[in-house]
């Protein structure tokens, strides 16, 4: 098993990046390991950059990724995938990203234009290994709430850590999710992972 | 988080693991006031403070909370005060004075400061403060250790009967690492009062106290050095400072984050000649006795801190007497780590490497140029006020309430407006987030800028209560080239504003005051404020109606608003500003309305469904000025030249329907019309 492993965890505020850290994190403690995450959100309550560095591994110390460091990113809006893997992802890195965009103020009022999806796409193939793409919000819309989002991302990830090294299992990511989500939304939760992991095995298998 | 379990591991972020060690610690009283990022700790504490018996509570200001941790310190209890590294500036006047007899209840400081400004006005690094002061200074490299120096900074700061500070950085704070638990304190220290406790006039600092042949305040400050005599000696023996050993003669003295990107650089790098390492827990005092063994082992010393060179200059101190040919390496002389902005894992592990002689890792050339490639498609995600602010109704009210009195007395002045900010969501009126470069102007005139978003309306921006202080300053000093205004929100009102608006009045400044009342404490993450109508612990409280506090302050002059609805506000504004400048007084505007996040997460608990609006194309005409409203969910779509909702960010607030010239703007059906402040009950 790997020494050290690190995720890059993107995404807009209000999109559940810290509750996902928080899972990895618990599912990291599982397997015994130490666990670092270091968080940073805009000023604003809703609609900021928010991204979670997730340091996982016998030793560790510090919270912070170095450049070229994520052994996987997991995007939870597209822009904010792009530039978190610009600046973290390791060439040999896997990325799961949500396609469903989430235009910044800037994009909106004319200021800047938000690059075609597919461009986000094909650029983080040239940056990493695996790229998953698909539009994990509507997937988890089909599992009962749009909320379950960042757990489709995660199924989705359960699936493809099974071709690469790391310190998880699908089981242990279940089992840390479990723990974490509130348990009138397990049902949808549940489902949102299971869909996710599908996306990705035949994703996978297309390949 | 409030069940004994010692043992259990699980993943705490820095401020909940702080939270932790309060009450493993036997925490009685815990007070602070939200900053971020320190906000944390009192809001786990005050979820557990009930059932385990103790008292939480937001404070209206550091001051005031420093000053409640001293009286419960004085009756014995053991107190813990929070604060980000601003708040600290507000303690100092207690601060400097309670060391002058100290305290029988353990007093610990939790102080939160912020390299890189990431939630700040500044990076400053409030060690110097504890410095000046004279207390044991514990800081942390890790969550655990976050908790853990908390816990033992109870213990220390009863036997030496001083506070202790605790520095904490975001990168401390806003982290999340696994703690172990300790076992909890069982025992309660005994609440007495005995004014004559181990000294006499002990809580008095003008008390007839004689030592040494001093008597009073002196005689008290002659008894404070006797105590930091001993902690200095005391230093030397806590696990929290110890050294490890090295095979060269490089030494490096790291503490708090510091210390943690040098464990992950040596990892990573893993070189063959081991530095010496001096891990230091206590920055202040150091521990002299080890950094002597620790010197004569090595030539070299780099030292290793987040913040200023704080160490690294006590170190300078230190070695000129002791071993003056030794070399230091850091931030001040031999600079190889920046003295501004956040250390981070790459600037360490870069300076480590060359300071062991080994090539830093680097990015190969080709994928440098791909990035570089990629970058260029990459747009910017600016901060901004929420979709719905109310914020956006004032900000709205008073541009356009300031150019129609600015033109109405066009006689009188140039119209040069000065709009002054404070500390709050609102503070985004002066990010300018879609700011051209500007050229400043040698000259000295007044100029007035054309507004064209609520990004762009203040013009000035330091701290919590500043605005109001300076509007009177500038009306003082006879500022006469335009209306001057002062924004702030309810808590910062309450903060810092209440003795600021009693001095306008009394001296009689003719300002334009407005509070926007949003009845939480918004930015730092919806803590209770003394509007909100409940305390920490979720109690039922007083609701403070600003209007009442202003009117017993002896301001004559006030109008109530909604900002949802904006021809009343920009009338008000303006009544207020002609008002002002017609009677030479001070006068006041509240815009009041519930913070729309907190309506619309209470709406979406309920599955009540919210009011979406969206643009006619049909009926737009292309004039943008819903667009200029800034709010993030009105867009602009530059093929069509037409603008439009975004319907995942709308929350219904109508104001840009009302600014709407052309009436284009519509609510869809099915929805409801976002309710008044606290409205559904």
Redesign the interface.
């Known amino acids: 098993m790997v020494d050290?492993y690190y995720i890059m965890i993107a995404g807009?505020g209000g999109q559940g990046s810290v509750l996902l850290?928080?899972i990895i994190?618990?599912a990291a403690?599982m397997k015994g390991l130490?666990?670092?995450?270091?968080?940073?959100f805009?000023?604003?309550?809703?609609?900021?950059?928010v991204h979670s560095h997730v340091r996982i591994g016998k030793?560790?110390?510090?919270?912070?990724?170095?450049?070229?460091d994520a052994d996987a990113l997991l995007a939870l809006e597209p822009?904010?995938g792009?530039?978190r893997g610009?600046a973290y992802l390791k060439?040999e890195g896997v990325v799961i990203i949500n396609t469903r965009k989430?235009?910044?103020?800037?994009?909106?009022?004319?200021?800047?234009?938000?690059?075609p999806v597919d461009?986000?796409i094909e650029?983080l193939k040239?940056?990493g290994e695996i790229v998953i793409a698909a539009d994990f919000t509507e997937v988890a819309e089909e599992a009962g709430t749009a909320r379950a989002m960042n757990i489709a991302v995660l199924g989705a990830y359960a699936k493809v850590i099974e071709l690469v090294d790391s310190p998880f299992d699908k089981e242990t990511l279940l089992e840390a999710m479990k723990g974490r989500v509130p348990s009138r939304w397990l049902e949808a939760n549940l489902k949102a992972f299971q869909l996710g992991y599908r996306i990705a095995e035949s994703a996978l298998k297309e390949k | 988080m409030g069940i004994n379990q010692p043992g259990k591991?699980?993943?705490l972020q820095g401020n909940e693991a702080a939270a932790r060690g309060a009450i493993e610690g036997g925490v009685q009283v815990a007070v602070g006031y939200p900053g971020t990022p320190s906000s944390e700790v009192i809001e786990t504490l005050s979820l557990v403070a009930k059932d385990l018996g103790f008292h939480a509570e937001w404070a209206i200001n550091e001051k005031v909370a420093f000053d409640v941790a001293v009286g419960a310190a004085s009756v014995g209890a053991r107190v813990l005060a929070t604060m980000k590294n601003a708040g600290t500036n507000w303690i100092m006047d207690m601060f400097a004075t309670v060391v002058y007899g100290g305290l029988p209840g353990g007093l610990v400081i939790f102080s939160a400061d912020d390299p890189e400004a990431?939630?700040s006005s500044t990076e400053q690094d409030t060690r110097w403060l504890a410095k000046g002061v004279g207390v044991l200074i514990l800081e942390p490299?890790?969550q655990q250790e976050a908790k853990d120096m908390v816990k033992v900074a109870f213990d220390y700061s009863e036997k030496f009967e001083l506070p202790v500070f605790v520095r904490s950085v975001t990168?401390i704070s806003?982290?999340?690492?696994?703690v172990t638990f300790g076992e909890m304190r069982k025992e309660r220290n005994k609440v007495f009062f005995d004014r004559h406790h181990k000294l006499p006039f002990r809580y008095n600092v003008y008390g007839p106290f004689k030592y040494k042949g001093k008597a009073g305040p002196t005689a008290k400050h002659v008894w404070h050095l006797e105590q930091l005599e001993k902690i200095k000696e005391f230093v030397n023996e806590v696990p929290l400072n110890f050294v490890e050993e090295g095979n060269t003669s490089l030494g490096i003295i790291a503490s708090g984050?510091g210390?943690?990107?040098l464990?992950?650089a040596l990892?990573?790098l893993n070189p063959e000649t081991k530095p010496w390492v001096l891990k230091i827990g206590t920055p202040f005092p150091l521990p002299e006795k080890l950094l002597k063994q620790f010197v004569d082992k090595v030539d070299k010393i780099m030292v290793i801190e987040e913040g200023d060179p704080f160490i690294e200059e006590q170190l300078y101190v230190f070695l000129k007497d002791y071993a003056p040919g030794k070399t230091i390496y850091g931030k001040t002389k031999n600079r190889v780590l920046l003295r501004y902005g956040e250390l981070?894992?790459?600037q360490v592990?870069n300076a480590v490497a060359k300071y062991l002689g080994m090539e830093p890792p680097s990015?190969p050339k080709d994928?440098k140029t791909?990035?570089e490639e990629?970058?260029k498609?990459?747009?910017?995600?600016?901060?901004?006020?929420?979709?719905g602010c109310q914020h956006l109704g004032t900000y709205w009210g008073l541009r356009f309430a300031l150019l129609k009195v600015a033109a109405k007395y066009g006689k009188k002045w140039k119209g040069v407006w000065i709009v002054n900010g404070d500390i709050g969501?609102y503070e985004?009126g002066g990010y300018g987030?879609?700011a051209k470069e500007i050229t400043p102007n040698e000259d000295k005139e007044s100029r007035k800028y054309v507004i064209t978003?609520p990004y762009e309306i203040l013009d000035t921006n330091y701290i919590m209560g500043g605005g109001i202080g300076l509007a009177q300053g500038q009306y003082q000093a006879g500022y006469r080239d335009g209306p001057i205004v002062a924004v702030a929100g309810d808590s910062t009102f309450f903060h810092a504003c209440m003795p600021a608006l009693a001095n306008a009045v009394y001296n009689k400044a003719a300002i334009t005051f407005i509070v926007m009342d949003n009845a939480w404490t918004?930015?730092t993450?919806?803590q209770p404020s003394p509007t909100t109508g409940i305390t920490a612990t979720f109690e039922p409280a007083k609701v403070f109606k600003i209007e009442d506090v202003a009117r017993a302050l002896g301001v004559k002059y006030i109008w109530t608003v909604d900002p949802y609805d904006i021809k009343s506000t920009q009338e008000a504004i303006e009544k207020a500003l002609e008002k002002t400048v017609e009677e030479n007084v001070t006068t006041l505007v509240v815009a009041r309305r519930e913070c729309a996040?907190q309506v619309v997460r209470r709406l979406t608990r309920k599955g009540e469904p919210i009011a979406q609006y969206w643009v006619d194309q049909d009926k737009c005409i292309g004039c943008q000025l819903c667009?200029q409203l800034?709010c993030?969910?009105?867009?602009?779509?530059?093929k069509t030249k037409k603008a439009f909702i975004?319907p995942?960010?709308c929350v219904g607030c109508t104001l840009c329907a009302q600014v709407c010239p052309v009436n284009a703007i519509f609510p869809k059906t099915g929805g409801k019309k976002l309710p008044d402040i606290g409205g559904e009950e």
């Open positions: 050290n807009v850290s928080r994190g618990d403690l130490n666990v670092r995450i270091g968080e940073t805009g000023a604003a309550q809703r609609g900021g950059a030793e560790v110390y510090g919270p912070l990724l170095m450049e070229d822009l904010e792009l530039r610009l060439p989430v235009y910044p103020i800037d994009v909106n009022v004319g200021a800047a234009e938000y690059p461009e986000i650029a040239k940056l | 591991r699980a993943i990431f939630y490299s890790t990168r806003h982290s999340s690492g696994d984050m210390y943690a990107y464990k992950d990892l990573k981070g894992l790459t592990l990015i994928r791909l990035k990629i970058s498609i990459l747009a910017p995600r600016s901060s901004a006020l929420c979709p969501c985004q987030i879609f978003n918004a930015m993450g919806h996040l667009v800034g993030p969910a009105v867009g602009w779509d530059k975004d995942v960010l």
